[in-house]
């Protein structure tokens, strides 16, 4: 590269970064408006951060919501866990068969129950047998 070429590129370089700082001021000295810090302090901080005690309230709110989930989540836990053994408790036992009491027969006439013993008539009335009719014998 050449030394004419070099200086070329740096003058026009040079000649561009004071078209541009021109050209900024002009615009400053138009609108009119300072660009910069200035001298008073800024106060709309202040008025768009929260306060301190407000994210103390909000910290405490999010805490006791969080521990309110918490319980509902442990009661519905205790609830599904007395359900389940429930279930469990109900299918596995089944209920014991209760059985009937014993039926105690007697035999009131003193022999033999099926009629045919000695001294029975096997027609179902007399002194030693049974009257299977249904009929009360009054004699």
Known sequence: MSFRRLATGAALATAGILA????GLLANSISGDNVG???EPLSAGETL?????????QRAQQR???????RKRRAAARRRAQREAAARTNTTEAPTPVAP????TFDDHGGDDDN??????????GSGGSD????????
Do not use: F
């Open 37 to 39: 810090l200035s001298a």
């Open 64 to 70: 006791a919501a969080a521990r309110e989930r918490a």
């Open 116 to 125: 045919s013993g000695p001294g029975s008539d096997n027609s179902g009335k």
């Open 49 to 57: 951060a929260p306060k301190a005690d407000d994210r103390a309230k």
């Open 132 to 139: 299977d009719s249904g009929k009360i014998d009054d004699d």
């Open 20 to 23: 541009a700082v021109g050209i």
């Open 101 to 104: 009491p014993p039926t105690t």
